[in-house]
C-alpha cells in the first residue's frame, strides 16, 4: 500500500494536507486549505499525488528563483527538478539550477532559504564570504533552515 492513499497526510510547505479521492473530479489534482484532491481511479492516486506534488515544486521554486535571481541581477539558464537522495540543490557551471521535488513538503521558509543559496551560486560558484552576503540578502531563514534540513531532511529523502 503506497503511503499517498486515500486519508493519508502529505507534508505541504511545512504543513499536513490530507488526501481525498473524488472520482468524479474533473481536475486530475487540486489544492484546497489542507487537503489535495485527486480525481480517477483508486489505484492511480498515488501517481497523481506524486504528479502534484512535483508540480507544486515547480511552481513554488519558479516563482522563489525569479524573485531572488531579480534581486541579485542573474537569470537562471534553466530549472530542473530531480529525485535526489543527498542534495537539496545544485547550481551547475552553465547556470542551470537544479532542486529535489521533496522541498515541496518543507516549510517555505525551508524552500526559500535553498533556493535562494542556489540563486546566489549563479553570482559565486563558490561559498566565500561574497557568496553568503548575497544569500543573507536573499533570505533571513539560513541558520534555521539548515537545521532543520539536518533533523528533518532524512524523513523527506525517504519519501516517494
Known amino acids: 500500500m503506497s503511503i ?6 502529505v507534508p505541504l510547505g ?3 494536507h490530507v488526501i481525498h479521492h473524488v472520482p468524479a473530479e474533473t481536475e486530475a489534482a487540486r489544492l484546497e486549505p489542507g487537503a489535495i484532491v485527486v480525481s480517477g481511479e483508486a489505484e492511480a492516486v498515488p501517481r497523481q499525488v506524486g504528479e502534484f506534488l512535483r508540480g507544486e515544486a515547480r511552481r513554488r521554486i519558479q516563482v522563489l528563483s525569479a524573485g531572488h ?3 541579485l541581477g542573474v537569470k537562471p ?11 537539496w540543490g545544485s547550481c551547475a557551471p552553465d547556470g542551470t539550477l537544479a532542486f529535489s521535488w521533496r522541498l515541496v513538503m518543507a516549510p517555505d521558509w525551508v524552500l ?5 543559496h542556489e540563486v546566489a551560486h549563479l553570482r ?9 552576503a548575497h544569500v543573507a540578502r536573499l533570505t533571513p531563514h539560513r541558520d534555521a533552515a539548515v537545521e532543520w534540513l539536518r533533523t528533518n531532511g532524512p524523513m523527506l529523502l525517504r519519501v516517494g
Open 69 to 71: 535571481a531579480a534581486l
Open 112 to 116: 526559500d532559504y535553498v533556493v535562494a
Open 124 to 132: 559565486e560558484l563558490n561559498h566565500s564570504s561574497r557568496f553568503w
Open 77 to 87: 539558464r534553466a530549472l530542473r527538478l530531480k529525485d535526489t537522495r543527498s542534495r
Open 14 to 16: 511545512g504543513l499536513p
Open 4 to 9: 499517498w492513499c486515500r486519508g493519508a497526510e
